[in-house]
């Protein structure tokens, strides 16, 4: 049974950092594709960055290139999402989520989810 567990949100003004965290169990990291997502009420949900199997590979979606930074701690069973130069843009719900196999952008094609973990960039 695999558990995602995501933490690390809150509140942060425009320009200000956050790093997630999504501890994992019952994953096999040299396995499975991790992806981070977000989701703001009424609208669809986003792909952010996933990070492939054994974390060789990443990939970030066009708003967050060079200001976030995907990467896994496969010791501590941890995917970390680094975010910095926050906008009130990024302001979402942040998903954790994990499949077997290599990464995909499409959200229906990952069978893991966490709870979600609220970030809100404000002033």
């Known amino acids: 049974h695999v558990q995602l567990v995501e933490s690390g949100g809150g509140l942060v003004q425009p320009g200000g950092f956050l790093r997630l965290s999504c501890a994992a169990s019952g994953y096999v990291y040299s396995t499975s594709c991790m992806g981070w997502f977000r989701q703001v009420p009424r609208k669809e949900r986003e792909r952010v960055a996933t990070?492939?199997?054994?974390?060789?590979?990443?990939n970030y979606a066009d708003s967050v290139k060079g200001r976030f930074t995907i990467s896994q701690d496969s010791g501590k069973h941890t995917v970390y999402l680094q975010m910095n130069s926050l906008k009130p843009d990024d302001t979402a719900m942040y998903y954790c989520?994990?499949?077997?196999?290599?990464?995909?952008?499409?959200?229906?094609?990952?069978?893991?989810w966490g709870q979600g973990t609220q970030v809100t960039v404000s002033s």
């Open positions: 989520a994990a499949r077997p196999g290599a990464c995909s952008w499409k959200d229906r094609d990952y069978n893991n």
């Open positions: 990070v492939s199997p054994g974390g060789t590979q990443t």
